[in-house]
């Protein structure tokens, strides 16, 4: 805790600590004051076994919401509309613009944002969502 704080007070920059997958870490984050944390298990990359951020991300919404900013590894419209849902405040879309701008250059990493963005109004228009303001819990399915 008093790394991160000291971390936080060596820069005017916004501080994001990334890769949180439990409460424990949400809360020692926030109490910390960083401007924001990111519910991420890297894709699952370095352990393939960890469960995913939409697995953990309503107990740590619970736990630090409005205390810090929560951000989460999304890839797809969809996905955005759900980790908000969730309780993020945003998500973070990494390595499929870095795909599309190799594939495509600007050109590409246009069509991903369109993409994006059509996916997103296509599912809010589909879970009755007007506003971004609109998607909430419910529009998860909890079988």
Sequence with gaps: LDKIKEL???TKLPFILKGLMTVDEAILA???GVDA???SNHGGRVLDCTPGAADVLPQ???AV???TKILADGRTGVDVLKLIALGADGVLIGRPFVTASFGGGSEGVEL???KIISE???TMRLTGCATIADIDERVIFNG
Aim: aromatic share 4%; no cysteine.
């Design 8 to 10: 936080k007070q060596s």
């Design 30 to 32: 926030a109490e910390a």
């Design 37 to 39: 944390i990111v519910v």
């Design 60 to 62: 740590i919404a619970k």
């Design 65 to 67: 919401k409005g205390k």
């Design 112 to 114: 991903y944002v369109n």
């Design 120 to 122: 997103l109004e296509a």
